[in-house]
T-cell receptor, first 119, second 111 residues
Framework: DADVTQTPRNRITKTGKRIMLECSQT?????MYWYRQDPGLGLQLIYY???????NKGEISDGYSVSRQAQAKFSLSLESAIPNQTALYFC??????????????????FGAGSRLTVL | QKEVEQNSGPLSVPEGAIASLNCTYS??????FFWYRQYSGKSPELIMF????GDKEDGRFTAQLNKASQYVSLLIRDSQPSDSATYLC???????????FGAGTQVVVTP
């Protein structure tokens, strides 16, 4: 089983509908993220959470909300979907990994992605 | 101006040759620099990270960092068709580890 599981993997919906993308992880990581990927734009951070009680907005949070139901679960919601939210969405977890003497790096592990199409 | 610049490619590389990928960044507070590989339709996966000026080698991959020039590169030696993918550069500040991703460079290794 995947360490970071996203559901659904593909979703087609209509403008104005509410959509929830779910993410669960078995890695035991405290940090979880939601990213959006559009062609030519790279990955953009929507929201991130360092633990169940800590939720933070990323670069492009407008039109999105999140819920951290447990350490292992982080959901992304689109309250009223619009066509320009059509994109590939990735959930990720992270852990600080030793990078050498006194150094640690925040290493991300991504889920397989959820492709959302809003008509 | 984008915060992280990468040549979008595609970069065409003969099998067995060296692929050289470049990345420039604008945030001088960046401390760690990550390279991720992303196959078409798949999720990004970590190749390696570097935080000190100079070179860091991991198998066929070498990351090079020059903080004064705000430049990081990735070399892929003995390129294989399986290296055909998009490579994402992601600088990070150490305050909480936020990564800023570039749009990626597409590499195509031709047999």
């Amino acid at each position: 089983d995947a360490d970071v599981t996203q559901t659904p993997r593909n979703r087609i919906t209509k403008t104005g509908k509410r959509i929830m993308l779910e993410c669960s992880q078995t890695k035991g990581h405290d940090r979880m993220y939601w990213y959006r990927q559009d062609p030519g734009l790279g990955l953009q951070l929507i929201y991130y959470s360092f633990d169940v009680k800590d939720i933070n907005k990323g670069e492009i949070s407008d039109g999105y909300s999140v819920s951290r139901q447990a350490q292992a679960k982080f959901s992304l919601s689109l309250e009223s979907a619009i066509p320009n939210q059509t994109a590939l969405y990735f959930c990720a977890t992270s852990v600080l990994q030793a990078g050498g003497l006194f150094r640690r790096a925040n290493v991300l592990t991504f889920g397989a992605g959820s492709r959302l199409t809003v008509l | 101006q984008k915060e992280v610049e990468q040549n979008s490619g595609p970069l065409s590389v003969p099998e067995g040759a060296i692929a050289s990928l470049n990345c420039t960044y604008s945030d001088r507070g960046s401390q760690s620099f990550f390279w991720y590989r992303q196959y078409s339709g798949k999720s990004p996966e970590l190749i390696m990270f570097i935080y000190s000026n100079g070179d860091k080698e991991d198998g066929r991959f070498t990351a090079q960092l020059n903080k004064a020039s705000q430049y990081v590169s990735l070399l892929i030696r003995d390129s294989q068709p399986s290296d055909s993918a998009t490579y994402l550069c992601a600088p990070s500040t150490d305050s909480w580890g936020k990564l800023q991703f570039g749009a990626g460079t597409q590499v195509v290794v031709t047999p």
